[in-house]
Every structure is written in C-alpha cells, then in structure tokens.
C-alpha cells in the first residue's frame, strides 16, 4: 500500500479544489498536484535512473514545491528523506551520505549552501532549470491515469533523522503502514479533519509538521504555505482572517509568541480552528494564558521520531477542562495513549510500575518504526519485545494519564527543536583549546531552554566566547551552539569520574545574570 494513493485517489474526487496556497495564491489544484507529482516521479525515472526504495532528499525550508516532492518521491516507490533545513551543510552533507541517496533537492536563489554530495548522488535546486525540466512533459500527462508505484505497507516510505545523542543522527524507517496509523489516529484523537481546514505549515515540513499531512491530503483540504515559509505571528492572524479553519503544529514557545502579537493586536483565535502543541513542556501560566486570549482551540499530542507524533494526546476537551476534581494534573499531563498504541511504564527489568511510580515510557503499536536505518545495535537497544525504549521518564495515574518527569537522553529542546548535549560536546572538544566541557540546558522564557557549555581551556589556550561562537557556527547549526559558555578551571565529578550535570545546573541557575565569565 502505497500511501501516495491518498493524494492520487483525492486528485480524481475533488480535481478542482485547491491543494496548495503559497500565502494567498494559489499553487496547486488537486488535480494539478497529482500531475507535477506524477510528472516529476516519470521524469527522475527517465533522467536519474530513480528506482523504487532509492532515498531522495529534500534539504530546503519549507515552500510550495514540498508536497509535490513529498508525493513524487512516493509515486516513484523511492523513500523520502527530510532534512531540517536549519542543518549546517555538513550535517546535511552526512545525513545524505548515510541514507546514500541518489537525488537531493535543494535550494536556489537563498543563502542556503550547496552542499558536498557523494559519488553518484545528483543536485536539484527547487526553481532552477534542471527542476523546470522535471515537469516539461506535465500538460500531456492526464493526472487520473497513472498510479503511484505498488508498494508493500511495511516498505519505508519516510527516513526521518533524529539529533543523535551519540553525537551522530540515526535514520528512523518509517513504512507506509507506520504513516498510514498515525494519520488514522490523527483523525480519532487529535482533530477532526474537513474539505473546510487549512492545514498551514508554520513549522519545518521536515518534522512534525509535514508528517501530518497525509489525512488532510485524503480530505481534500487545501494546505497553506505561508510566505515566510515558518513562524510569523502577524503573518498568521492575518492568514485566521482571509483562509479560516487554520489548524497547525507548534512548538510550546511558539504557542507564546502567537499569544503575546494576539494581545497586541485585540486578536481572541477567529480563524483558527486547531493548534496540536507538542516537542517541549507548556507551562501552566503560558497555558492558561493561551486559553483565555485564544479560546479552546488547543491540543497536545506526545511522540518522537520512531513513533511519529503518536504515544499519547490530550485532546481540546481536556486540556480546557476545569470541571474533573484532578483536572490541574490531567492538564499537566501529555493525555491518555493515542487508539493505535499501547503505553507502558516499566522498571530495569521491564516490569511495569505501579501507578505514580516513575520509570522509562515504553510504547508498541502500528506506528512504530521498522528500525534504524543500518544501525541494527541501535535497533536492538531500543526495540525490546515489541516495545519502543523511548528513554523518556514519567509515571502513570489510575486513569491513564502519562506524566513525564525527566528526559533521560539529556535533550535539550530550544524553540521546539532537539538538541543533544553530547553532540555539541563532541563539536566543542574538536577545538584546539578545549580540553574538557560539559554542556546542559537552562529554562529561558522565549525558547523553552538555553544551552549552557561548561569548558575547561587548555593549559595557555587562548578560549573565549568568540573563537568558540565561530568555530560552532563552522560545524553544526546554529541553532545548537551555546548561548552562555561558563569557563572553568575544572568540572565537579563523582567518584566514578563523571561529570555531575546536577550540580552545573545548580551553577547555571545560581549564576544566570553573570553566566559567560569564568569560574
């Protein structure tokens, strides 16, 4: 099963509708998207020897060409990889060379690097010439005629690379039957989904954002890019008046961010039917605060790479409820399993614990991954039995609802996104003056978190905050460089020898105002 299916069988009901806005114009009918996706899919065919399970990368911000991409890589049969474009070209260089791709989509006309492609691998910039010959052929291919490429439901379909807390991502394969779940549950627990929505894509499509999508696609709504192609608060009041019906993915900072333009501009929600917030904890005052300037429009879905935006959900109802006696926790909580899952939370020996008791969440169902993508050590360490080892902690109440109290992989999450101490760790001891560091996360009002690096210079080194700003702008993104560097003569340490974070958050709480000196 092929879930490109969606897009070919929606083309054919509703072929005059509109599919894709870039802002307010209109990109795409349906039965025009299903043509470019088509089209492309015969021309990468014909023009890259493009096979069925080849990988195709798309390495750009998020724009109108996306969904067009998306489908073509899955009419062809090949396996989609989005990459974030927010990646230092390095990393993205490193992810397409782990998936050995055969094409990577990137883009033309902005400040985003070209990237250093394997042997073998070939560029396409979106908008560029050799994209424009992709879709030549377009007006004479009739889009109800030619079918996606059959595919087996446990064919991957989507390779999502996660920030490695091994200082390496690992590329999740996810099949059609896993996308095909989450897109079913999405309908059951998240929101209901209408010709009428206009799924709007404020966050990158390479995460969150684009895996949802599919159930819209099979809808018929029609999907807005916005001309700032993330995150604008103005941009998207302006959007709730002239589209309606928007319904997005956010980050929690996000959610209040749009909070505080609202109030600036007398804005009370009109236009916005559902925002499903996710990937970092909302604080209650920011909640409460949502809530009463926007309305009961809120959602809050939990999930991660390996099982895609689906362990658990706390769906409208719940997150406005103020009428069940324990309705405070239950808001605090990240809901009740979503329908196609099962969730647990079990002790060292996998045992499960009892209710309130806290211990690793671990999940099993139609949406999780296949595996990890040519990591079958990884694949064995965090699937067990069925189960996803998520390597998040929290407890259960007795009426399911799953509270988490701890990340025990040490992500740090800055603005909705994840970042791994131990690779930006791995990325500062490369520097020639570096001789120890230890990098956490400090809460920061606007992004969530902060990340903190503690480093100890060499002997005579000359280290500082500008030679180590530079040197993280060369090998990763920026949005995982350290805000505050604290420069110590050494780190505290147990009695093992490791490093003790607890007492460096202590530091980095007690210091804050005087944070970027020395110690």
Not at 193 to 201: G, T
Not at 432 to 453: D, F, H, K, L, Y
Not at 497 to 514: F, H, M, P, Q, S
Request: some cysteine; proline content about 5%; aromatic content about 8%.
């Amino acid at each position: 099963m092929n879930i490109a299916n969606w897009l070919y069988a929606s083309s054919r009901a509703y072929p005059d509708r509109a599919a894709v806005r870039w802002g307010d114009a209109l990109h795409a009918t349906y039965a025009e998207l299903a043509a470019r996706a088509a089209t492309i899919s015969e021309q990468l065919g014909r023009l890259y020897n493009l096979r069925p399970g080849d990988r195709v990368a798309i390495y750009a911000a998020n724009c109108p060409e996306y969904l067009e991409l998306l489908y073509a890589t899955w009419w062809a049969g090949a396996v989609a990889v989005p990459v974030n474009h927010k990646l230092h070209p390095k990393e993205a260089t490193w992810i397409a060379v782990n998936a050995e791709a055969r094409l990577v989509f990137t883009e033309t006309g902005s400040q985003l690097p070209s990237i250093d492609l394997p042997e073998g691998c070939s560029e396409i910039g979106i908008g560029s010439q050799a994209y424009a010959e992709l879709l030549t052929e377009l007006r004479s291919v009739p889009a109800a005629t030619r079918k996606p490429v059959e595919r087996s439901s446990q064919d991957i379909a989507w390779l999502f690379y996660t920030s490695g807390t091994t200082g390496r991502p690992k590329g999740v394969m996810l099949t059609h039957n896993n996308l095909t779940a989450m897109s079913l549950t999405y309908a059951l627990d998240v929101d209901q989904v209408s010709q009428s929505d206009h799924p709007l894509y404020a966050a990158p499509m390479s995460h969150g954002a684009g895996l949802y999508n599919f159930p819209y696609i099979r809808a018929g709504a029609c999907h807005v890019i916005p001309r700032s192609r993330g995150f604008d608060p103005s941009e998207i009041i302006d959007m709730a008046g002239s589209h309606g019906n928007l319904t997005f993915f956010a980050a929690p900072t996000m959610v209040k961010r749009l909070v505080d333009a609202s109030k600036g501009r007398g804005f009370k929600g009109k236009g916005i039917k559902s925002i499903v917030y996710g990937g970092g904890p909302m604080y209650a005052s920011d909640l409460d605060a949502a809530l009463d300037q926007l309305g009961d429009i809120f959602v809050q879905i939990y999930g991660q790479g390996e099982c895609p935006m689906t362990i658990t959900a706390l769906p409208r109802h719940l997150v406005s409820d103020k009428g069940h006696p324990n309705w405070q926790a239950r808001r605090n909580s990240v809901g009740i399993a979503q329908a196609c899952v099962s969730v647990r939370v079990v002790n060292a020996d996998f045992t499960d614990c009892a209710i309130g008791e806290t211990g690793e969440i671990v999940v099993s169902g139609d949406p999780v991954m296949r595996g990890y993508w040519r990591n079958q050590q990884a694949t064995d360490e965090t699937l067990v039995d069925g189960w996803l080892r998520t390597g998040d902690l929290g407890h259960l109440d007795a009426d399911g609802f799953l509270t988490l109290t701890d990340r025990a992989k040490d992500v740090i999450i800055s603005g909705g996104s994840n970042i791994y101490p131990r690779e930006v760790e791995e990325v500062l001891l490369m520097h020639g003056s570096v001789a120890e560091v230890s990098v956490i996360g400090m809460p920061e009002p606007e992004w969530g978190e902060a990340v903190v690096a503690f480093v100890v210079p060499k002997k005579g080194a000359i280290c500082d905050r500008e030679h180590l700003d530079t040197w993280c702008k060369s090998q990763m993104a920026s949005f995982k460089k350290p805000k505050h560097y604290v420069f110590a003569t050494e780190l505290p340490k147990n009695s093992y020898g490791k490093i003790v974070k607890t007492t460096l958050r202590e530091t980095a709480a007690r210091d804050v105002v005087t944070i970027d000196r020395s110690v």
